[in-house]
């Protein structure tokens, strides 16, 4: 079945700290995969989005995924996190298909 | 531009009563969709709609009915709540040919006691 599945259901990193986000997929191809940002009380917000060629993307606030085939992976990196990045993060896929479907998101907790 | 708006922000229901969640947008999306986020869970599909006139059934559709009369507004009913259905529903539009690219509204909170 498609899936997409984050395995960390809450990160605490240190401000200034590098921050690495993970998410894998179950799909019989290549599908296209995005990440979103939902901060406290919030909609949620798209943070950037992988459909195929290079396979690191930049996206806004500092963040870059890298889409990694063989380990059906796409985990969302930042170099170093400022406080205001404490919020719930989502990766999603679309399958081929105009739905998204979502992980079940990990929530950032940002340590000063 | 306002963007996605939804109303009410929050809403306490009985089990059995029934209400409508609405939603509108002003970019002139065609898809539009709405979600429900519960703990754990993160966001399910619930009805979905690629243009005036054409509603679908997303991953969790019981318990709730759509139409969408106009391109602007896509409002959710609930028939008759029942505390399964205590949530935060957000709903979201986008362009039919970037539909991943979703905009959210802010969200309502629903409890049904």
């Known amino acids: 079945a498609q899936s997409v599945t984050q395995p960390d259901i809450h990160i605490t990193v240190s401000e200034g700290a590098s921050l690495e986000l993970r998410c894998n997929y179950s799909y019989g191809a290549t599908p296209y995969l995005f990440w979103y940002v939902q901060s406290p009380g919030q909609g949620l917000q798209l943070l950037l989005k992988y459909f195929s060629g290079d396979t690191l993307v930049q996206g806004i606030k500092g963040f870059e995924a890298e889409f990694k085939r063989s380990q059906s992976s796409f985990n969302l990196r930042k170099p170093s996190v400022h406080w205001s990045d404490a919020a719930e993060y989502f990766c999603?896929?679309?399958?081929?298909?105009?739905?998204?479907?979502f992980g079940t998101g990990t929530r950032l907790t940002i340590i000063p | 531009n306002a963007g996605v708006t939804q109303t009410p922000k929050f809403q306490v229901l009985k089990t059995g009563q029934s209400m409508t969640l609405q939603c509108a947008q002003d970019?002139?999306?065609?898809?539009m969709s709405w979600y429900r986020q519960d703990p754990g869970m993160g966001l399910r599909l619930i009805h979905y709609s690629v243009g005036a006139g054409i509603t679908d059934q997303g991953e969790v559709p019981n318990g709730y009915n759509v139409s969408r009369s106009t391109t602007e507004d896509f409002p959710l009913r609930l028939l008759s709540a029942a505390p399964s259905q205590t949530s935060v529903y957000f709903c979201?539009?986008?362009?039919?040919?970037?539909?991943?690219?979703?905009?959210f509204g802010p969200g309502t909170r629903l409890t049904v006691t």
């Open positions: 999603a896929s679309n399958f081929g298909n105009e739905k998204l479907t």
């Open positions: 979201a539009s986008s362009y039919l040919q970037s539909s991943y690219e979703q905009y």
């Open positions: 970019m002139n999306h065609e898809y």
